[in-house]
């Protein structure tokens, strides 16, 4: 089912020379840009170039990615290279649910907590006991007419852990705060209204003692916007839409886009026809990162609606943008419209991993942006300036971009209209990758890229607006893009632009996320079921696990109470495209489940749904 | 004709309702203990507890009428049913419509009941804004598919022949 390539062989870093080099950058803050603390944070063998922003996650995993960064990566060696053929399942739990198991646990107080899709229970297991045993289970009762506003299955992408609370959103657009110890609600907001089609499936970021979550929506005319909550109290701090005027996207007196195409008064209001940007989407369900020294967050908003753009002219801001904000006051620093006048459903949810590396011989502040229109984007993230941008999977909606206009070069071929058919327009509304989240790691210098190769034929629509349902206006076929694969997981050499190694899946997109570790490992899924370890540095396979669903969840890793390292990953299919393998999606309706049929159809024979946590060990 | 159609459903809807609240009054079993709630099932989805059999079911003024199929499938656009349930109701955010399984029964009157006062899971109660005539043409348009009367099935895209794909440097 799977094929190997490998492009390349990395040589293995001497990680004495690695430390000392580090040392040597430490000490000398003058070859800097950044502030002197931005090289506080190192990792045993970390290449010497490169920077952590923020602490990796120490044995724990607190936060939806491990780290504020995105990083996704554990200095955790003691499963590594030479042993990881010996893992082995220590405990597997079932949840009975057969919906999409997106998301990672969280592990803290030696406590792994499990956040599943509807109805949303948090279950804590103990760890320190043998088996690791329910210790209770928090049920929130979500409403649950919102399983028929969820464009996407009725998945939930995880928790964040502070200050003794366990924090996340229901699918009925409550965030609800959880007594980490007991499993008691502390208290729970509504962020958003079921009425108007708005569901919550993101995993909130806690960032000093502000909960930031956003909203989900995008195919039902939401009007897409961030909210930040206190997290003593629940309370809202402030909110901040992606659409309409400068007041309400808290663009104020700090807003210093880089480049022009993003600058000038109330962009969210001029860049539609009018009023069509209060029920224009833009909805944010993906994920959350945070400089501590910058003190930005930084994420990415979705698609306009309806997805017939004929319906919508203008750039359509700020839809398809990534979004740099102070986390207390809210206030944007920058933004840069990644996709303007999208056509092609190219949320930008994606993942933003931040990092401090050599960018042309030169230490800089980078965000690294693998984007669902296939591009793999630099961005300076102090200023928003776009470094470089090439392509990861086939790409033909645009040839590239121009770095100093930041816009892209759009082939209006592929641009969809009314009662026209836009055909073979790569990558799909899936993306050349989707919300599953990347990792990377500072021993390599590569990034993990979970990544899908899928085209469409897309025709635009005339859509109604109605509260509560589908505002959508596209009849969308996809299939499998060219050259015989459909899934990759790919490693990029973030400072030269190019594949390093990659695994391609033949049939199937590659769903899940992926974690990096210090033992030299990579870990993912494939929809299919099998659990992955592959060489870091070369890509090889070492060892894999068939878990009893397709694989849509992120995995972790930590350390419990017996000092040893676990890894943990959920496996339950679902999500949408994996939502065709359920018996409710008919497979001879290429424009079911929002067009991702015709790209799926053999998943119902490789894999069913049903939900369930692993738990892997070295015996 | 639509107006002939319109008083025959117009007739034929009360008398359905009619049949169903029709109770078996003269069974000789003994007398079953008050229950709370009787007379008001319109369209029986469950079985019928106890002895007695459900009454016919109203039946769909426009079945099989093709001109109806019809504009049951532009409803089903127009109304935003195909972001749901797939641009030919093969499933998505709800269930597929083209399958034989129905959660709520597959009889027309139960599908007209489902459309008028909508499911827990999401499915709106459309009573409140789409009329009862038109209601009826989107149970014909659901009905009709997989058969040969099926407006505007489904058909494959053809196989992509060229493309212009820039690849990803290597």
Redesign the interface.
């Known amino acids: 089912m799977t094929r190997q390539t490998r ?1 390349a062989r990395r040589a293995v870093f001497v990680p004495a020379l690695g430390i000392l080099c580090g040392l040597v950058l430490v000490l000398s803050p003058g070859l800097h840009a950044a502030p002197p603390e931005s090289a506080g944070v190192t990792v045993p063998g970390q290449r010497s170039d490169i920077h952590l922003v923020s602490p990796v996650p120490d044995g724990t995993w607190t936060l939806p990615a491990g780290d504020m960064a995105n990083t996704r990566y554990s200095p955790l060696d003691d499963i590594n290279t030479t042993n990881v053929t010996k893992l082995t399942p220590v405990k597997i739990f079932a949840d009975g649910i057969p919906h999409g198991h997106e998301g990672q646990p969280l592990v803290v107080n030696n406590t792994l907590y499990m956040v599943t899709p509807f109805p949303n229970y948090l279950i804590a297991f103990d760890l320190t006991k043998p088996g690791f045993p329910m210790k209770w289970k928090y049920e929130p009762h979500p409403d ?9 299955d009725t998945v939930n992408r995880g928790a964040s852990y502070a200050d003794g609370k366990i924090v996340y959103a229901t699918l009925d657009d409550n965030v609800v705060a959880v007594d980490a110890d007991k499993g008691t609600e502390i208290w729970r907001t509504p962020v958003g209204e079921v009425s108007k089609g708005e569901t919550e499936t993101m995993a909130p970021l806690i960032v000093k003692h502000v909960v930031i979550v956003g909203i989900s929506g995008g ?1 039902l005319g939401t009007h897409g916007r961030v909210t930040a909550l206190n997290l003593d109290n629940g309370q809202v701090m402030w909110r901040a839409y992606n659409t309409g005027p400068d007041k309400d996207c808290l663009i104020g007196p700090d807003f210093h886009p880089y480049y022009a195409k993003d600058q000038g008064r109330d962009l969210g209001v001029s860049t539609w026809p009018p009023d069509a940007w209060k029920i224009g989407g833009g909805p944010v369900w993906g994920w959350i990162s945070y400089d501590p020294q910058l003190n930005l967050i930084y994420y990415g908003t979705g698609n306009p609606g309806p997805w017939n753009p004929d319906q919508r002219p203008g750039a359509n801001k700020w839809t398809c943008t990534i979004w740099a904000r102070d986390p207390e006051t809210g206030q944007a620093k920058w933004a840069f419209q990644i996709v303007p006048h999208d056509a092609w459903d190219y949320d930008e949810i994606m993942e933003n991993i931040l990092v401090d590396m050599n960018w042309e011989g030169k230490p800089r502040k980078l965000l690294l942006h693998p984007a669902r229109s296939g591009f793999m984007m630099v961005f300076d993230r102090q200023t928003g300036q776009l470094l470089s941008a ?7 909606w645009a ?2 971009f121009d770095l100093k206009t930041g816009e892209p070069d759009v ?1 209006s071929s592929k641009v969809t209209h009314t009662g026209v058919f836009a ?2 327009a ?1 990558p799909s509304s899936t993306g050349a990758k989707e919300f599953v989240p990347s990792a990377f790691s500072p021993k390599t210098g590569l990034l993990y890229i979970p990544a899908h190769n899928t ?1 469409m ?1 897309r025709e635009g ?1 005339k ?2 607006y ?1 509260q ?5 206006g596209a ?3 996809m ?1 499998p ?2 050259d015989g694969y459909q899934g990759e997981l790919i490693a990029w050499d973030v400072e030269h ?3 390093v190694w990659s695994i391609k899946d033949a049939v199937l997109p590659v769903y899940s996320g992926v974690l990096a570790t210090g033992g030299d490992l990579v870990f993912y899924g494939t929809l299919e079921g099998e659990f992955r370890a592959v060489d870091a540095h070369t890509g090889k396979v070492l060892w894999q696990f068939k878990t009893g669903s397709g694989i849509v969840g992120d995995p972790i890793t930590f350390k419990g109470p017996d000092a040893k390292q676990y890894v943990a990953i959920y496996s339950g299919v679902g999500g949408w495209m994996g ?1 065709v393998a ?14 991702v ?2 790209a799926m159809k053999p998943i119902k024979q490789l894999t069913a749904p049903g939900g369930a946590l692993y738990i892997f060990g070295l015996p | 004709m639509r107006r002939l159609l319109l008083t025959i459903f117009a007739v034929l809807v009360p008398l359905g309702l009619l049949a169903c609240s029709g109770r078996s009054a003269n069974s000789a079993d003994p007398p079953a203990p008050p229950m709370s709630g009787t007379g008001n099932v319109g369209i029986p989805v469950g079985p019928i507890p106890g002895p007695g059999q459900p009454a016919a079911l109203p039946s769909n003024p426009y079945a099989d009428n093709p001109v109806a199929i019809q504009d049951g499938r532009r409803l089903f ?4 049913c ?3 349930h ?11 419509l ?2 034989k ?1 129905w959660i709520y029964g597959g009889d027309p009157a139960h599908i007209f009941d489902s459309i008028l006062e909508g ?6 109660a459309w009573g409140t ?1 789409i009329p009862e005539d038109q209601i009826w043409k989107l149970v014909a348009y659901i009905k009709s598919l ?1 058969t040969p009367q099926e407006p505007d099935p ?4 053809p196989e ?1 022949k ?9």
């Not at chain 2, 797939?86 to 597929?96: I, K, Q």
Request: aromatic residues 6%; proline residues 12%; hydrophobic residues 30%.
């Open positions: 492009t649950p007419r919102s399983v028929g506003k969820a464009c996407c195919e090439k392509a990861f999977e086939p790409v033909n040839s590239g082939d055909r073979d790569c085209c034929d629509l859509a109604n109605i509560g349902t589908p505002y959508v009849d969308v076929n299939y893009g060219p632009a190019k594949k939502a359920f018996p409710s999606i008919s497979l001879d309706d290429p424009t079911a489940a929002l067009g049929v015709g | 656009l127009w109304y935003n195909a972001g749901c797939g641009g030919h109701a093969g499933g998505g955010m709800g269930p597929s083209r399958d399984d499911r827990a899971h999401g499915m709106p804004k997989r489904p058909v494959a895209p992509p060229t493309r212009t794909v820039h690849e990803p440097p290597q």
